[in-house]
């Protein structure tokens, strides 16, 4: 099937892409070009979780005990909208949690097509931003051994997500590229995707491009 037909067939269609990935990987800014360019909508799940309660995601955060009770109760945004006519067709960049626990379910239950941003640790370093408690942006500049301390951080984060990261259909390595070339390619991975589910069935799934 051309391109284009695929494309149609996800606008008419019932067909939600999820963007998922660690903390500052470049999920809203790729997720919202890859919406423009498919012509849908686009949701970072983080603003609508605090549209949802009305509060920070650090406030929020800070009334549960475990990170578990946290998404658990986060996952509630994720089925509001989810839940939405307008939402039919979307694109929704995930927490780095995304693909897990009740995250992970509310997916399922949904439908739609997952996939991974992956890019190496010093080039999501150099895009790390700082909130204060109510998510305004701060100015934060990185001494030689924070940048140290960021980085192994950053690695512990791909290592701690890589297992809940192999569930999704599609992984996608945007070591080096800029956004729009970023968005591009996550696009072509998804239209092959599609084009490639058509002809094998739903068993066609884990793909990783490189």
Known sequence: M???????????????????????????????????????????????????????????????????????????????????????????????????????????KSGGISVVLADKPENILNRITFYDIDSHPIEKRLTEKEKLLYLRAIKKDITYYRKSYDRADLRIDISGMLAEAAAEKVQQAFIDFLGNLNKAGPRFRNLSIG
């Open 2 to 108: 051309a391109a284009l037909a695929l494309l149609q067939q996800f606008r008419f269609g019932n067909i939600r892409v999820f963007i998922a990935g660690v903390r500052c990987v470049g999920k809203k800014t790729i997720g919202a070009i890859l919406a423009y360019r498919l012509g849908c909508r686009f949701y970072d799940l983080d603003e609508e979780i605090e549209r949802f309660f009305k509060t920070s995601m650090e406030r929020l955060g800070n009334q549960f005990l475990t990170d578990y009770s946290f998404r658990s109760e986060a996952a509630r945004a994720l089925m509001h909208i989810l839940g939405h006519p307008e939402s039919r067709n979307c694109v929704v960049a995930l927490p780095a949690s995304g693909l897990m626990g009740p995250y992970l379910r509310a997916l399922e």
